[in-house]
């Protein structure tokens, strides 16, 4: 996770993106297949954001790899800067031995409580001392953030059947409905995310 693979659609909807890394390993999977090579130890990804286990000889990864990443472009969107700079040596030091630096007075100020200690835990050196999930960092994240009020609290979702995009109001959130344009079943996810075609 890093911003450059962070893409929004017109609607707002942020989605995760990985072409150059998928493409990197598809290459480095064809060559070992033609040199007859095993290769069992590449470390791939961009150093500023990448978690400490990362760095270890044999990593053992989950999704709290992931999550360390997805902190440091939270971080980095709030304090206009990452968390460590540097060349690539430095880099790799401060991510597994370096205390995550306090965010900057006038940009603390400003922030609820819950973000500073969430983003605190989720940039932990141990990935067990970080939260179980993602979806776990984003709620401890967003705790005390204040949710939008009025009209900024309806959703403008995009029905899976014909592609139209659906103003729906934030509450309706987790019900079954049914397209306005062209009347397929639908459910709205839980969380607002998304509309689902009600059949699956």
């Not at 598809?26 to 290769?39: C, I, P, Q, S």
Request: aromatic fraction near 8%; charge should be negative; include cysteine.
């Amino acid at each position: 996770v890093k911003p450059a693979n962070i893409f929004f659609d017109s609607h707002g909807q942020a989605f995760l993106g990985d072409f150059g890394i998928a493409k990197i390993q598809d290459d480095a999977v064809r060559l070992d297949n033609e040199a007859g090579l095993t290769r069992t130890n590449i470390a791939i990804g961009t150093e500023f954001y990448m978690a400490p286990e990362r760095f270890q000889p044999r990593p053992e990864l989950d999704g709290r790899c992931d999550q360390y990443s997805l902190a440091v472009c939270v971080y980095e969107m709030l304090a206009g800067r990452r968390p460590f700079q540097g060349d690539t040596a430095h880099i790799v030091v401060e991510h597994c031995t370096s205390v995550v630096p306090p965010f900057s007075e006038a940009v603390a100020s400003g922030l609820s409580a819950s973000v500073w200690s969430a983003l605190e835990k989720a940039l932990a050196k141990n990935p067990e001392s970080r939260f179980a999930s993602c979806g776990e960092f984003a709620r401890a994240l967003l705790a005390d953030v204040p949710r939008p009020t009025g009209e900024s609290q309806s959703l403008a979702l995009v029905c899976p059947q014909c592609g139209a995009v659906i103003r729906i109001p934030s509450e309706a959130a987790g019900r079954r409905g049914t397209c306005r344009h062209c009347r397929a079943a639908v459910l709205i996810a839980e969380d607002g995310s998304a509309l689902l075609a009600a059949g699956d």
